[in-house]
C-alpha cells in the first residue's frame, strides 16, 4: 500500500475526521480575539480545515497527499465551506512571511529528521505575524514503536513496511522534552502537555503538544496584506 492508496482508503480516513478537541478549543477562543487567518499543515483529510472554516477563519490547508486533498475539498464543498486547500511538502508553504495569525501542525513535522525540524521551526515563525499562535505535535518516544526500523541518526527511525502500512520512506523523529523546548526556544511557549493513549492492544501512543506565540519582533507582514506568492485560485474551493 502506498501512501496515496492509504489516504484513499476509508478506514484510514474515518480515523481522522473529528477534530481534536484541544484544537478546537483554540481555534474557539483565538477567533473570538478575531483571529482570521489560519493554515492547516499537513491536514489530512480535512477535519481541522473543516473546522476553521465552520467558524469563519480565512482558510488554508496543504498536504502531501493528493487524495488527501481531494477529499478535504469534497468536504469542504458538501458543507457550503470556502477554503484553500493544496498539495504541497510541508516545507513548501506558499504564502508570503507573516501571512498567518494561526499555523496547525498535527502530527506532521516530526516526518523528517532532526535538521529539517530545526528549518520547520524557523518556516513557521516566519510564516506566523508577530503575536500569532501555532499548535504543533512532536512525537514522543514514550509511543510503543520508538526505536523500530532503521536509525538513521539519533532518535529518528525508517519504518518497513506492514500490512497497511504506507511503503514510503518517511522517517519518524520522536522529540525529547528538552529537544521540544529548544526546537521552539523563539517562540513564547504557552502551554506544553505530553499526551499518552493506550489502545485496545496495550500498545501506547504518545506526542508533544505545543502551544506557541510568535515573539514580538519577528519579521514579517501584519494583518491586511493581500493574497499571492504561489497561492493559486484553483486551489480555492468556493460555496
Keep these: 500500500m502506498t501512501w496515496e492508496d492509504k489516504w484513499r482508503d476509508g478506514k484510514t480516513i474515518g480515523k481522522w475526521l473529528v477534530p481534536d478537541a484541544t484544537v478546537e478549543k483554540l481555534a474557539r477562543e483565538l477567533r473570538a480575539d478575531e483571529t482570521q487567518r489560519a493554515l492547516d499543515l499537513g491536514c489530512g483529510a480535512g477535519r481541522h480545515v473543516v473546522l476553521l472554516a465552520r467558524q ?12 488527501a486533498v481531494e477529499h478535504c475539498r469534497q468536504w469542504l464543498r458538501r458543507e457550503d465551506l470556502s477554503a484553500t486547500v493544496m ?15 494561526f499555523i496547525v501542525a498535527f502530527n506532521v513535522i516530526y516526518h523528517t529528521t532532526s535538521a529539517s525540524m530545526k528549518e520547520m521551526a524557523v518556516l513557521l515563525r516566519r510564516k506566523l505575524r508577530p503575536g500569532g499562535c501555532l499548535f504543533v505535535t512532536l512525537k514522543s518516544p514514550a509511543t510503543w ?7 538513521i541518526e539519533p532518535g529518528t527511525f525508517l519504518r518497513p513496511p506492514k500490512r497497511d502500512r504506507p511503503t514510503k520512506d518517511i522517517p519518524v523523529h520522536f522529540s525529547t522534552e528538552e529537544e521540544a523546548d529548544e526546537l521552539f526556544s523563539a517562540f513564547r511557549m504557552v502551554s506544553k502537555r505530553h499526551v499518552e493513549h493506550v489502545q485496545p492492544s496495550g500498545k501506547r501512543l504518545a506526542r508533544w503538544e505545543l502551544t506557541l506565540i510568535n515573539q514580538p519582533g519577528a519579521t514579517g507582514l501584519q494583518p491586511g496584506l493581500t493574497s499571492g506568492s504561489g497561492l493559486r485560485a484553483e486551489d480555492k474551493v468556493n460555496p
Design 56 to 67: 469563519g477563519y480565512d482558510t488554508y490547508g496543504s498536504d502531501f497527499s493528493q487524495a
Design 145 to 151: 514503536y520508538f526505536g523500530q526500523g532503521q536509525q
Design 87 to 101: 498539495q504541497a511538502d510541508m516545507a513548501d508553504i506558499r504564502a508570503p512571511d507573516g501571512f498567518f495569525d
